[in-house]
């Protein structure tokens, strides 16, 4: 599964990403989300209780603002 989100946009997508993960938890799942930087990611705590921003299921790629 592959979402895509920028901001408050993940609001909608983590009822998704929990219920897939916890349902199917041999399914992959690949969020892509922007936003303005790590201290303002929302959901930050519940995307990382779920194993996304761990190890190896955490990129992040910094530009210009």
Known sequence: ???FAAGAGITP????????LTTEPET???????NRGPDSIMF???LEDHGI?????WWEATGPA
């Open 1 to 3: 599964i592959v979402a």
């Open 13 to 20: 997508l983590l009822a998704m990403i929990e219920h897939g």
């Open 28 to 34: 992959g799942f690949t969020l892509v989300y922007g």
């Open 44 to 46: 930050r705590r519940e």
């Open 53 to 57: 921003g761990r190890d190896d299921r």
